[in-house]
Protein backbone atom coordinates (compact mmCIF):
# COMPACT_ATOMS: atom_id res chain seq x y z
CA UNK A 1 0.00 0.00 0.00
CA UNK A 2 2.87 2.04 1.01
CA UNK A 3 4.50 1.19 -2.36
CA UNK A 4 1.39 2.19 -4.44
CA UNK A 5 1.56 5.38 -3.10
CA UNK A 6 4.86 5.96 -3.82
CA UNK A 7 4.45 4.97 -7.06
CA UNK A 8 1.52 7.49 -7.42
CA UNK A 9 3.69 10.67 -6.08
CA UNK A 10 6.73 9.48 -8.43
CA UNK A 11 4.16 9.48 -11.37
CA UNK A 12 2.41 12.42 -10.32
CA UNK A 13 6.10 14.35 -10.06
CA UNK A 14 7.06 14.11 -13.76
CA UNK A 15 3.66 15.38 -14.75
CA UNK A 16 3.63 17.83 -12.03
CA UNK A 17 5.16 21.36 -13.95
CA UNK A 18 3.24 20.46 -17.27
CA UNK A 19 -0.09 20.99 -15.19
CA UNK A 20 -0.98 24.56 -16.28
CA UNK A 21 1.37 25.30 -18.99
CA UNK A 22 0.18 27.06 -21.90
CA UNK A 23 0.53 26.53 -25.63
CA UNK A 24 4.19 27.04 -26.85
CA UNK A 25 5.82 27.35 -23.54
CA UNK A 26 8.46 25.02 -22.49
CA UNK A 27 8.06 21.73 -21.11
CA UNK A 28 11.08 21.79 -18.88
CA UNK A 29 11.91 24.63 -16.15
CA UNK A 30 14.34 27.94 -17.14
CA UNK A 31 17.21 29.03 -15.88
CA UNK A 32 16.28 32.68 -14.13
CA UNK A 33 19.78 34.04 -13.62
CA UNK A 34 18.86 37.30 -12.33
CA UNK A 35 19.42 39.56 -9.21
CA UNK A 36 16.96 41.73 -9.65
CA UNK A 37 13.34 41.94 -11.37
CA UNK A 38 11.67 44.63 -13.35
CA UNK A 39 9.79 46.59 -10.76
CA UNK A 40 8.24 50.05 -11.28
CA UNK A 41 5.62 51.87 -8.69
CA UNK A 42 4.33 49.42 -5.99
CA UNK A 43 6.58 46.81 -4.86
CA UNK A 44 3.71 44.70 -3.59
CA UNK A 45 1.94 43.59 -6.32
CA UNK A 46 5.38 42.40 -8.23
CA UNK A 47 5.06 38.19 -7.78
CA UNK A 48 8.94 38.43 -8.13
CA UNK A 49 11.09 41.29 -6.21
CA UNK A 50 14.44 40.55 -5.73
CA UNK A 51 17.51 37.76 -6.60
CA UNK A 52 17.88 36.91 -2.83
CA UNK A 53 13.90 36.69 -1.75
CA UNK A 54 13.00 34.55 -4.48
CA UNK A 55 13.02 32.67 -7.89
CA UNK A 56 11.30 31.10 -10.59
CA UNK A 57 13.71 28.02 -10.67
CA UNK A 58 13.87 27.64 -7.27
CA UNK A 59 9.98 27.55 -7.12
CA UNK A 60 10.07 24.56 -9.82
CA UNK A 61 12.57 22.83 -8.01
CA UNK A 62 10.80 23.21 -4.32
CA UNK A 63 7.31 22.35 -6.17
CA UNK A 64 8.47 19.22 -7.55
CA UNK A 65 9.77 18.12 -4.07
CA UNK A 66 6.73 19.49 -2.50
CA UNK A 67 5.15 16.64 -4.35
CA UNK A 68 6.93 13.97 -3.27
CA UNK A 69 7.54 15.60 0.18
CA UNK A 70 3.56 15.99 0.60
CA UNK A 71 4.78 19.33 2.37
CA UNK A 72 5.55 22.67 1.69
CA UNK A 73 9.23 22.75 0.62
CA UNK A 74 11.80 25.00 0.63
CA UNK A 75 15.33 24.51 -0.83
CA UNK A 76 18.94 25.36 0.60
CA UNK A 77 22.03 25.83 -1.34
CA UNK A 78 23.32 22.70 0.57
CA UNK A 79 21.85 20.04 2.76
CA UNK A 80 24.13 22.16 5.56
CA UNK A 81 22.67 25.01 4.74
CA UNK A 82 19.16 23.43 5.16
CA UNK A 83 19.94 21.74 8.55
CA UNK A 84 21.50 24.73 9.49
CA UNK A 85 17.97 26.69 8.84
CA UNK A 86 16.57 24.04 11.48
CA UNK A 87 19.27 24.50 13.82
CA UNK A 88 19.18 28.66 13.98
CA UNK A 89 15.69 29.33 13.81
CA UNK A 90 14.32 26.73 17.06
CA UNK A 91 16.09 26.55 19.62
CA UNK A 92 16.47 29.77 21.62
CA UNK A 93 19.16 30.83 24.24
CA UNK A 94 18.46 28.10 27.51
CA UNK A 95 17.14 25.87 25.36
CA UNK A 96 18.16 21.94 24.65
CA UNK A 97 18.93 20.29 21.44
CA UNK A 98 19.35 16.38 20.73
CA UNK A 99 21.70 15.37 18.00
CA UNK A 100 22.83 11.96 17.25
CA UNK A 101 26.52 11.13 18.20
CA UNK A 102 26.68 8.82 15.11
CA UNK A 103 25.25 11.01 12.52
CA UNK A 104 26.70 13.51 10.09
CA UNK A 105 29.42 15.02 11.54
CA UNK A 106 28.83 18.43 10.58
CA UNK A 107 25.75 18.61 12.15
CA UNK A 108 26.94 18.26 15.47
CA UNK A 109 30.18 20.56 14.68
CA UNK A 110 27.72 23.47 13.60
CA UNK A 111 25.67 23.09 16.98
CA UNK A 112 29.02 22.88 19.22
CA UNK A 113 30.68 25.71 17.59
CA UNK A 114 27.84 28.20 16.59
CA UNK A 115 24.98 27.09 18.57
CA UNK A 116 26.60 26.24 22.18
CA UNK A 117 28.17 29.93 22.13
CA UNK A 118 24.50 31.46 22.01
CA UNK A 119 23.59 29.50 25.38
CA UNK A 120 21.57 26.56 23.30
CA UNK A 121 22.78 23.05 25.30
CA UNK A 122 23.82 20.74 22.85
CA UNK A 123 23.41 16.72 23.87
CA UNK A 124 24.33 13.69 21.69
CA UNK A 125 23.13 10.01 21.83
CA UNK A 126 23.65 7.18 19.42
CA UNK A 127 21.07 6.34 16.78
CA UNK A 128 20.68 2.93 17.76
CA UNK A 129 19.42 4.09 21.70
CA UNK A 130 18.33 7.73 21.06
CA UNK A 131 14.96 7.17 22.15
CA UNK A 132 16.26 5.74 25.97
CA UNK A 133 15.70 8.57 28.43
CA UNK A 134 12.99 10.16 26.51
CA UNK A 135 12.76 13.86 25.44
CA UNK A 136 11.58 15.64 27.99
CA UNK A 137 13.62 19.11 28.76
CA UNK A 138 14.41 19.30 24.62
CA UNK A 139 13.33 22.34 22.54
CA UNK A 140 14.47 20.34 19.27
CA UNK A 141 15.22 16.75 18.52
CA UNK A 142 17.31 15.64 15.35
CA UNK A 143 17.20 12.19 13.76
CA UNK A 144 18.78 10.72 11.45
CA UNK A 145 18.28 7.19 10.24
CA UNK A 146 19.46 5.52 8.57
CA UNK A 147 22.45 7.04 10.48
CA UNK A 148 25.75 7.97 8.31
CA UNK A 149 27.68 5.85 8.42
CA UNK A 150 27.16 3.42 10.82
CA UNK A 151 23.64 2.66 9.26
CA UNK A 152 21.78 2.59 12.89
CA UNK A 153 17.99 3.30 12.77
CA UNK A 154 15.98 4.92 15.25
CA UNK A 155 12.26 4.56 15.70
CA UNK A 156 10.63 7.40 14.40
CA UNK A 157 6.78 6.88 14.93
CA UNK A 158 8.03 6.26 18.54
CA UNK A 159 9.84 9.13 18.28
CA UNK A 160 7.52 11.48 16.98
CA UNK A 161 5.26 10.73 19.93
CA UNK A 162 8.24 11.19 22.90
CA UNK A 163 8.35 14.65 20.80
CA UNK A 164 5.11 15.05 21.11
CA UNK A 165 4.59 14.04 24.50
CA UNK A 166 7.72 16.39 25.46
CA UNK A 167 6.74 19.45 23.51
CA UNK A 168 9.97 19.31 21.70
CA UNK A 169 9.94 19.79 17.52
CA UNK A 170 11.34 16.58 16.07
CA UNK A 171 13.68 16.98 12.92
CA UNK A 172 14.40 14.03 10.68
CA UNK A 173 17.66 14.07 8.06
CA UNK A 174 16.26 11.55 5.08
CA UNK A 175 19.41 11.98 3.09
CA UNK A 176 20.12 8.54 3.11
CA UNK A 177 16.89 7.29 1.70
CA UNK A 178 14.88 10.30 0.25
CA UNK A 179 11.18 10.82 0.46
CA UNK A 180 10.69 7.69 -2.15
CA UNK A 181 12.41 5.58 1.14
CA UNK A 182 11.14 6.77 4.24
CA UNK A 183 8.26 9.21 4.91
CA UNK A 184 9.25 11.00 8.42
CA UNK A 185 6.36 13.51 7.99
CA UNK A 186 3.78 10.78 7.71
CA UNK A 187 5.56 8.99 10.29
CA UNK A 188 4.56 12.05 13.21
CA UNK A 189 7.94 14.03 12.29
CA UNK A 190 7.80 18.14 12.03
CA UNK A 191 10.23 18.86 9.92
CA UNK A 192 12.36 16.57 7.36
CA UNK A 193 16.25 18.23 6.21
CA UNK A 194 17.21 16.64 2.90
CA UNK A 195 20.93 16.53 1.51
CA UNK A 196 20.22 16.89 -2.03
CA UNK A 197 23.67 16.57 -3.01
CA UNK A 198 22.97 12.65 -2.91
CA UNK A 199 21.00 10.53 -4.76
CA UNK A 200 18.13 13.56 -5.46
CA UNK A 201 20.30 15.52 -7.76
CA UNK A 202 22.05 12.09 -8.03
CA UNK A 203 25.19 13.10 -10.39
CA UNK A 204 27.68 14.52 -8.10
CA UNK A 205 27.56 17.85 -10.03
CA UNK A 206 26.22 19.63 -7.75
CA UNK A 207 24.99 20.73 -3.66
CA UNK A 208 21.90 21.46 -2.57
CA UNK A 209 19.47 20.89 0.10
CA UNK A 210 15.78 21.20 1.06
CA UNK A 211 13.13 21.42 4.23
CA UNK A 212 9.79 20.23 4.46
CA UNK A 213 7.41 20.97 7.08
CA UNK A 214 3.48 20.93 7.43
CA UNK A 215 3.59 23.74 10.13
CA UNK A 216 3.24 26.42 8.35
CA UNK A 217 4.81 28.78 11.57
CA UNK A 218 7.96 26.59 11.11
CA UNK A 219 8.21 26.98 7.41
CA UNK A 220 7.48 30.77 8.11
CA UNK A 221 10.88 31.07 10.23
CA UNK A 222 12.64 28.91 7.32
CA UNK A 223 11.35 31.52 5.07
CA UNK A 224 12.41 34.23 6.74
CA UNK A 225 16.29 32.88 7.75
CA UNK A 226 16.77 32.16 3.91
CA UNK A 227 15.65 35.84 2.98
CA UNK A 228 18.14 37.26 5.91
CA UNK A 229 20.75 34.93 5.57
CA UNK A 230 21.14 34.99 2.26
CA UNK A 231 21.49 31.40 2.12
CA UNK A 232 20.13 30.97 -1.79
CA UNK A 233 20.57 28.46 -3.73
CA UNK A 234 21.83 29.68 -7.33
CA UNK A 235 19.25 29.31 -10.29
CA UNK A 236 21.57 26.57 -12.50
CA UNK A 237 22.44 24.46 -9.58
CA UNK A 238 18.59 24.35 -8.45
CA UNK A 239 17.61 23.66 -12.36
CA UNK A 240 20.60 20.71 -12.14
CA UNK A 241 18.65 19.53 -9.35
CA UNK A 242 15.52 19.38 -10.95
CA UNK A 243 16.52 17.47 -13.52
CA UNK A 244 18.18 14.90 -11.34
CA UNK A 245 15.08 14.68 -9.10
CA UNK A 246 13.09 13.27 -12.40
CA UNK A 247 15.12 10.24 -12.27
CA UNK A 248 15.04 9.71 -9.10
CA UNK A 249 12.45 6.66 -8.41
CA UNK A 250 13.87 4.57 -10.94
CA UNK A 251 17.63 5.48 -10.13
CA UNK A 252 17.17 4.75 -6.55
CA UNK A 253 14.74 1.79 -6.77
CA UNK A 254 18.01 0.43 -8.98
CA UNK A 255 20.51 1.20 -6.40
CA UNK A 256 18.46 -0.27 -2.98
CA UNK A 257 17.99 -3.61 -5.78
CA UNK A 258 21.13 -3.84 -6.14
CA UNK A 259 22.62 -2.83 -2.49
CA UNK A 260 20.58 -5.80 -1.42
CA UNK A 261 22.22 -8.25 -3.49
CA UNK A 262 25.66 -6.77 -2.90
CA UNK A 263 24.92 -6.87 0.81
CA UNK A 264 24.12 -10.56 0.77
CA UNK A 265 27.45 -11.33 -1.26
CA UNK A 266 29.20 -9.39 1.52
CA UNK A 267 27.69 -11.13 4.26
CA UNK A 268 28.60 -14.48 3.06
CA UNK A 269 32.56 -13.15 1.99
CA UNK A 270 35.17 -14.84 4.31
CA UNK A 271 37.30 -11.58 3.97
CA UNK A 272 34.32 -9.27 5.41
CA UNK A 273 34.90 -9.16 9.14
CA UNK A 274 31.19 -7.92 9.47
CA UNK A 275 28.85 -6.38 7.74
CA UNK A 276 25.19 -3.06 7.76
CA UNK A 277 23.05 -3.15 5.63
CA UNK A 278 19.02 -2.61 6.99
CA UNK A 279 17.67 -4.99 4.33
CA UNK A 280 19.52 -8.45 5.72
CA UNK A 281 17.55 -10.32 8.33
CA UNK A 282 19.90 -10.72 10.56
CA UNK A 283 21.08 -6.98 10.61
CA UNK A 284 20.12 -5.37 14.10
CA UNK A 285 18.54 -2.33 12.44
CA UNK A 286 16.25 -4.80 10.40
CA UNK A 287 12.80 -5.31 12.23
CA UNK A 288 13.14 -0.98 12.47
CA UNK A 289 13.80 -1.03 9.25
CA UNK A 290 11.58 -3.44 8.01
CA UNK A 291 8.74 -1.10 9.76
CA UNK A 292 9.36 2.44 8.52
CA UNK A 293 11.27 1.84 5.84
CA UNK A 294 9.79 1.32 1.78
CA UNK A 295 13.08 0.13 0.84
CA UNK A 296 16.34 -0.99 2.66
CA UNK A 297 18.38 1.76 0.78
CA UNK A 298 21.64 1.50 -1.41
CA UNK A 299 24.27 2.20 1.63
CA UNK A 300 26.12 -0.73 2.72
CA UNK A 301 29.13 -0.75 5.32
CA UNK A 302 31.41 -3.28 5.47
CA UNK A 303 34.54 -4.39 7.95
CA UNK A 304 37.65 -5.87 6.52
CA UNK A 305 40.82 -6.38 8.61
CA UNK A 306 42.33 -3.21 8.98
CA UNK A 307 43.13 -0.11 7.17
CA UNK A 308 45.63 -1.56 4.73
CA UNK A 309 42.82 -4.49 3.33
CA UNK A 310 40.60 -1.49 3.04
CA UNK A 311 42.60 0.98 1.02
CA UNK A 312 43.39 -1.99 -0.78
CA UNK A 313 40.10 -3.09 -1.68
CA UNK A 314 38.43 0.44 -2.84
CA UNK A 315 41.90 0.98 -4.94
CA UNK A 316 41.61 -2.38 -6.88
CA UNK A 317 38.07 -2.78 -7.77
CA UNK A 318 37.82 -1.32 -11.10
CA UNK A 319 33.96 -0.30 -10.63
CA UNK A 320 34.53 1.38 -7.38
CA UNK A 321 35.13 4.81 -7.39
CA UNK A 322 37.57 6.13 -4.07
CA UNK A 323 35.17 9.12 -3.03
CA UNK A 324 33.41 10.63 -0.73
CA UNK A 325 29.71 11.08 -0.38
CA UNK A 326 26.87 8.71 -2.05
CA UNK A 327 23.83 8.56 -4.15
CA UNK A 328 25.72 9.06 -6.88
CA UNK A 329 25.48 6.82 -10.33
CA UNK A 330 29.05 5.19 -9.87
CA UNK A 331 29.47 3.30 -6.68
CA UNK A 332 31.90 4.76 -4.59
CA UNK A 333 33.76 3.70 -1.29
CA UNK A 334 35.43 5.16 1.60
CA UNK A 335 37.14 4.21 4.71
CA UNK A 336 35.47 6.64 7.55
CA UNK A 337 38.40 6.11 10.01
CA UNK A 338 40.17 8.49 7.48
CA UNK A 339 37.83 11.18 8.60
CA UNK A 340 37.68 10.64 12.26
CA UNK A 341 34.46 8.83 12.32
CA UNK A 342 34.70 6.54 15.89
CA UNK A 343 34.55 3.23 13.42
CA UNK A 344 37.52 0.05 12.72
CA UNK A 345 40.09 1.17 10.97
CA UNK A 346 38.93 -1.61 8.36
CA UNK A 347 35.48 0.19 7.86
CA UNK A 348 34.70 1.38 4.74
CA UNK A 349 31.25 3.11 3.49
CA UNK A 350 29.69 1.63 0.35
CA UNK A 351 27.47 3.26 -1.60
CA UNK A 352 25.55 1.08 -4.54
CA UNK A 353 25.41 3.27 -7.75
CA UNK A 354 24.05 2.26 -11.21
CA UNK A 355 26.20 -0.24 -12.72
CA UNK A 356 24.44 -3.23 -13.63
CA UNK A 357 23.87 -5.87 -10.38
CA UNK A 358 25.95 -8.63 -11.44
CA UNK A 359 28.74 -6.82 -13.05
CA UNK A 360 29.00 -5.24 -9.69
CA UNK A 361 28.76 -8.36 -7.83
CA UNK A 362 31.70 -10.25 -9.88
CA UNK A 363 34.03 -7.45 -9.47
CA UNK A 364 33.85 -6.53 -5.62
CA UNK A 365 33.73 -10.26 -4.92
CA UNK A 366 36.75 -10.29 -7.09
CA UNK A 367 38.55 -7.65 -5.16
CA UNK A 368 37.56 -8.93 -1.63
CA UNK A 369 39.19 -12.71 -3.07
CA UNK A 370 42.17 -11.05 -3.97
CA UNK A 371 42.67 -9.51 -0.33
C1 LIG B 1 25.91 14.86 3.01
C2 LIG B 1 25.00 14.92 4.18
C3 LIG B 1 24.64 16.12 4.76
C4 LIG B 1 25.20 17.45 4.28
O1 LIG B 1 24.85 17.73 2.98
P1 LIG B 1 25.68 18.75 2.04
O2 LIG B 1 24.83 18.83 0.84
O3 LIG B 1 27.03 18.15 1.84
O4 LIG B 1 25.77 20.03 2.79
C5 LIG B 1 23.75 16.10 5.81
N1 LIG B 1 23.25 14.95 6.28
C6 LIG B 1 23.58 13.76 5.77
C7 LIG B 1 23.00 12.51 6.32
C8 LIG B 1 24.47 13.70 4.70
O5 LIG B 1 24.83 12.52 4.21
Redesign the pocket.
Given at each position: MVQDNIDALAAKLLHHFGLGLQPGQSVVPSIVPTAVFHLPGDPTNAPYVYGRYHNPTWEALESALGVLEGAETLTFP??????GAVLMTIPRAGDRVLLPAD??F??RALAEKFLAPLGVGVDTRPTARFLDGGFAGYRLVHI?TP??PGLDVCDLRAAAVQAKAAGAILSV?N??MTALGQRPLELGADVV??????AVSGHSDT???HVATRRGDLMERFKEWRKYSGTIPGPFEAWLTFRGLETLEVRFARMCETAGAVAALLAEHPKVQSVRYPGLPRDPAHAIAAKQMVTFGSMISLTLRDASSAERFIESCPLVQPST???GVRTCAERRARWGDSVPDGFVRLSVGLEPSNALCRAIENSLDKL
Open positions: SGMAAIGYAVESNDTTVCSDTKLMGSFG
